[in-house]
């Protein structure tokens, strides 16, 4: 299944990629100290064991090397039970002559006649092979290199237990598109949100990341300027110790000990600041929202506002301060960061909170999909800090029969939203005078619809996953009533229409 997707700006991707470097020795026993905490072992007990005990029938490779060159040379004859005689270990490594190995004489000596014999010091060189490695070389470098013009899309996808990121490539996405996975990075836990941003943490003046909730505490933000990547640039959270304990007469009951600042359950919502490139807000199934910097990978602030589990965060595209969250407690929380101290404007709903948006063009207006498949229009300015005071949204649409899991606003066309539900139904709905009307619906063969996004770059390309694992685009101008109603803004932005 696809349980997320993030769209990456054009231009924001290196045109080549980095390789990734191979992980230290450090950096290997911090993750298996890591897969350990996560197991409930004892991460101190192991290690302990691990220097009592050695296993025997693990040999240096030095001495399997010299034991098969002995064995080559017919001087391994004398095999005991359970091990070989040192001497002929010994004569193998001195036939091997180790200790001069990296001093040995590169030279080679050509023993024929011929042309077929002749010999060339590279294969640069070689005229044999010169074509043949630069067509090889240009085709692997040609499979890497990201165009200006090809769109990248990220999506969270969860297969036979695996769980990973996935770099597609768009190229020529206004036209006959072609799509395929640049590159994918293997994650430890099952996906539930992302958001892309380019806080530049590694230095520099801008970075090409992607932030990722998951059923763990933690928020792993990835370079995707790297390929394969075995770990996080950066983790926001997550869980430090974990022990399990057993008493007397009773089961084994775990102990943990979550990092500073840290939410202590799946992390449901991210929303990253355009504003405030260095800041990123979280939701989680712990009830709380928190404000990181990712810059100093620090928690700024912690709000308690929900009795619930909080499922979505959005920061409003005008005031970069506001913060939107939506809870199970059926209530949309609205915050203003210069006023930390305030509780914020509260709004009620008739069911669990699945999604909200700000509307990009109006920056008083934010709309909120729900569990019971309705989606529910507010404007901010009829706020009161009246607790008791029932705010009355703009409009309430029965959209889907069932939960709408995703909705996205359009950046160029005002008022054009698209919905997805677990009905497997994608709508695009005109939001015109407060007045919903559905102007196109599909069922798009991806299932149970978990998230959806239009681009930034191609306005009208709608990008979507679900249940059944397809990345699916949707070139919505293509339909012929969305054409006709919003195609002038395609032209206005120089996208071509294709109906």
Request: glycine share 6%; hydrophobic share 35%.
């Amino acid at each position: 299944m696809i349980s997320a997707i993030s769209w990456v700006p054009k231009g924001a991707s290196k045109a080549v990629p980095s390789a990734a470097d191979p992980p230290s020795k450090e950096e290997i026993e911090e993750i298996k100290k890591t897969v350990l905490v996560e197991q409930g072992v004892d991460v101190e007990s192991e290690e302990d064991d691990e220097d009592m005990s050695v296993d025997a029938s693990k040999q240096p490779a030095e001495i399997e090397q010299a034991l098969g060159a002995a064995n080559a040379l017919g001087k391994a004859s004398t095999r005991k039970a359970g091990g070989s005689d040192l001497r002929d270990i010994a004569d193998g490594l001195d036939e091997l002559n180790m200790d001069d190995y990296d001093d040995e004489d590169d030279a080679i000596d050509i023993f024929g006649s011929g042309l077929g014999d002749t010999f060339y010091p590279s294969n640069e060189l070689d005229p044999y092979i010169k074509d043949k490695d630069d067509d090889e070389d240009s085709e692997e470098l040609e499979d890497v290199i990201i165009k200006a013009d090809d769109a990248v899309v990220v999506c969270a996808r969860n297969e036979d237990d695996m769980s990973h990121l996935e770099v597609w490539i768009v190229e020529d996405p206004e036209g006959d598109s072609n799509m395929y996975v640049h590159h994918d990075i293997l994650i430890p836990a099952f996906p539930l949100c992302t958001a892309w941003l380019d806080c530049p943490i590694k230095g520099g003046e801008k970075g090409n990341f992607i932030a990722v909730g998951s059923m763990e505490p933690a928020i792993e933000i990835w370079d995707l300027d790297i390929m394969d990547e075995v770990q996080p640039s950066l983790i926001l959270g997550g869980v430090a110790e974990k022990k399990k304990k057993k008493k007397k007469g009773k089961k084994t009951e775990k102990s943990i000990k979550y990092k500073e600042d840290s939410h202590t359950d799946a992390v449901l919502g991210l929303s990253w600041n355009k504003g405030y490139r260095n800041i990123l807000a979280s939701a989680s199934a712990d009830k709380l929202v928190k404000i990181w910097d990712v810059a100093t990978g620090k928690c700024k602030l912690t709000m308690d506002h929900h009795t619930d589990k909080v499922q979505a965060v959005a920061w409003n595209h005008h005031e970069h301060e506001v913060l939107l969250s939506g809870s199970f407690d059926h209530t949309v929380v609205m915050r203003d960061g210069r006023v930390p101290t305030h509780l914020g404007f509260k709004w009620s709903v008739s069911a669990d909170v699945e999604s909200l948006a700000w509307d990009p063009h109006e920056q008083h207006s934010f709309v909120v999909s729900l569990e019971d498949g309705t989606v529910v229009g507010f404007d901010i300015r009829t706020a009161t800090s009246n607790p008791s005071a029932e705010l009355k949204p703009n409009f309430t649409l029965h959209a889907h029969d069932k939960a709408v899991c995703a909705i996205s606003y359009n950046p160029i066309a005002p008022n054009l939203l698209a919905t997805g539900s677990q009905d497997k139904m994608v709508k695009l709905w005109d939001l015109s005078n407060n007045q919903p009307s559905c102007i196109a619906s599909q069922n798009r063969k991806a299932g149970a619809i978990f998230s959806l996004s239009f681009s930034q770059d191609c306005p009208f390309l709608l990008a979507l996953g679900g249940s059944k694992g397809n990345l699916e685009l949707w070139d919505t101008l293509s339909d012929v009533a969305i054409s006709r109603r919003f195609g002038k803004y395609a032209v206005q932005n120089k996208v071509p229409a294709s109906a």
